[in-house]
């Protein structure tokens, strides 16, 4: 009689194992790289604000989405990166953008400078002189600021000089990581600058 070879099954829990540690590290590496800039680029988070209207019943998205961004309980949690910088100061341009059509004022020249210089943040992230370029950004933002509040409001003078002091108290020539407290304070002011404006 012939002996019948009975060939052993191999084990399937290494792959079980191998699998699911996979995709724990995929989750990981998702959530580690989407946690600083999520309050700022997940777009559906401020797509119901495009619907909110002022006192004088004009649509106000982009000013309101701002301030909502920089309020006390967010603005110490944010580690600022290149991209995070990036979309906070894009995001600041739509809002004087924004207030500046609410105001009849045209503030293109100062805002299209800005966007130029946000746009340099994005383009190389290891490029050592991103804080220049912020300055530069926040220069031209806090001009255009200072030019809607001298021509509609003038009880916020104090307010639009302290923006524009918060933009020349960034340092060119020192990494934005050592001076996140300095570019923090400027889109921080920013945000409580245009929420007085939208409250006149």
Not at 9 to 26: N, S
Not at 34 to 39: G, K, P, Q, T, Y
Not at 128 to 140: C, G, L, N, Q, V
Not at 172 to 186: A, I, N, Y
């Amino acid at each position: 009689m012939a002996e019948i070879k009975i060939e052993k099954k191999k084990p399937v829990w290494p792959w079980i194992l191998l699998a699911a540690v996979i995709v724990v590290l995929i989750i990981w590496w998702i959530a580690a790289n989407n946690n600083d800039d999520r309050l700022i680029t997940d777009e559906t988070t401020w797509v119901e604000e495009d619907t909110i209207m002022n006192h004088r019943n004009e649509p106000i998205g982009d000013v309101k989405t701002y301030v909502m961004m920089w309020d006390e309980n967010t603005m110490g949690s944010l580690a600022l990166d290149h991209v995070l910088t990036n979309n906070a100061l894009t995001r600041l341009i739509n809002a004087v953008k924004a207030q500046a059509e609410i105001d009849g004022y045209d503030v293109n020249a100062d805002l299209d400078q800005a966007q130029e210089h946000a746009d340099f943040v994005m383009r190389d992230p290891y490029e050592t002189t991103h804080a220049d370029h912020i300055r530069m950004a926040a220069e031209s933002i806090s001009t255009a600021l200072l030019n809607i509040q001298k021509a509609n409001y003038p009880n916020l003078e104090q307010e639009a000089k302290k923006v524009q002091d918060d933009a020349q108290n960034i340092k060119p020539g020192v990494l934005t990581l050592d001076q996140q407290q300095e570019v923090k304070r400027f889109f921080k002011d920013a945000a409580d600058l245009l929420d007085k404006m939208n409250d006149e």
